[in-house]
């Protein structure tokens, strides 16, 4: 089997630039979220479909990304 | 696609390309190795005839913290059926860091024929090449034995506070321009590690992403050269880099020493995780100063 229909997208949540990519395995689609500096892995999500391993993959990622606090320097 | 010529490196043959491992991966003198924290990427699909290693409970002693020992590589070596004369090639999500890391304990290690796959995971998907969820059969016990570590490629605590007070070597800061400065902790998103932020006085921020191209790949020789050298790091004197765990630094560390060709470098692994939690330790914070400066 064959990765396809790879794309990636970045987006902003809770005020952090992120990517979204997602790829399809056979039937199942997966999709990862990662913040783009430094570009850790936030979220790996499996679905049935793009729109919902996105959606879940995004607020996982918001969720994590809202935690986050900034200092004042 | 990035007109980058692998050729060009200081030690190109530190690098395969994707290309180069679809077309070798089956070769039983080669082993494929896909690195990351975990394996829960791997299990979703990887480069077929790939093993996995985790960084964090095989590349790292689970105990204590510090790297594996002589004899912890050596069983991890022959588990994964690894010769003394194989080629080792590693990859892996989260920009190949974790496979940077276990190129770097591979070389601490003495094995001579390490590659890191170019673009690492990411491209590899990218690319539609084939992917496999089937773990290989592997013929384990070797008889692999490690040489004794070469710390001459890392760099410990009191080496790093004595950079720091003499500038007997440049500091490489590779996280965030946020995490440089203080404004957070560790990177967004990830659980805040230390007790405060700032950087190492002195070091200079030069985030590891600013080496690589989009697609995870390097960018080119002249256009390290113009990145690290534009910040004063340009191997006439010995580099130490770190970043909050010292995988990004792994990172790093593998530009500056195979692809730049620069001699002394060392990853500090202890990082802002060891400094940044230290008693007495001098920390500066506020955003990079420009080059020179």
Redesign the interface.
């Known amino acids: 089997m064959r990765a396809e229909d790879f794309s990636e997208r970045q987006l902003e949540l809770e005020g952090w630039p992120v990517n979204v990519s997602s790829w399809r395995l056979g039937e199942t689609w997966h999709a990862k979220a990662d913040n783009v500096s430094p570009g850790a892995a936030l979220a790996r999500i499996t679905a049935a479909s793009k729109e919902e391993a996105e959606a879940n993959a995004i607020a996982r990622a918001k969720e994590l990304l809202g935690r986050t606090r900034r200092h004042v320097v | 696609m990035y007109n980058v010529v692998m050729a060009d490196y200081a030690h190109p043959e530190t690098l395969v390309t994707t290309q180069w491992v679809a077309d070798h991966a089956a070769d039983p003198n080669v082993r494929v190795v896909e690195v990351d924290?975990d394996t829960?990427?791997y299990d979703?699909?990887h480069v077929p005839g790939a093993i996995a290693w985790a960084w964090t409970t095989q590349l790292s002693d689970t105990l204590t913290r510090d790297i594996l020992s002589k004899e912890q590589f050596e069983k991890l070596a022959n588990e994964a059926g690894l010769s003394n004369a194989s080629t080792l090639v590693l990859y892996g999500?989260?920009?190949n860091w974790f496979a940077a890391w276990a190129f770097w304990q591979a070389k601490i290690y003495g094995h001579k024929n390490v590659r890191l796959m170019n673009g690492g995971r990411?491209k590899?998907?990218?690319e539609?090449?084939?992917?496999?969820t089937e773990k290989p059969a592997i013929k384990t016990g070797t008889g692999y034995r490690a040489t004794a570590p070469d710390l001459s490629l890392r760099a410990f605590l009191p080496q790093v506070q004595e950079a720091q007070r003499n500038h007997a070597a440049a500091l490489v800061d590779v996280?965030?321009?946020?995490?440089f400065?203080?404004?957070?902790?560790?990177?967004?998103?990830?659980p805040?590690t230390c007790q405060r932020?700032g950087h190492i006085p002195g070091a200079r921020s030069i985030?590891?992403?600013k080496a690589a191209n989009d697609d995870g790949t390097f960018k080119s020789l002249d256009e390290l050269r113009q990145l690290y050298g534009g910040e004063g790091v340009d191997g006439s004197k010995p580099v130490i880099a770190y970043?909050r765990i010292g995988e990004?630094s792994s990172h790093t560390w593998f530009v500056l020493k195979y692809l730049l060709g620069y001699d002394n470098v060392r990853n500090y692994d202890g990082s802002w995780t060891e400094w940044g939690n230290l008693v007495g330790a001098p920390v500066e914070?506020?955003?990079a100063k420009a080059a020179g400066q």
Do not use: T
């Open positions: 924290v829960k990427a979703e699909g999500d989260n920009n990411k590899w998907l990218a539609g090449r084939e992917i496999s996280r965030s321009p946020q995490e400065s203080g404004e957070i902790l560790a990177p967004p998103g990830l805040e932020g985030p590891w992403g970043c990004r914070r506020g955003a």
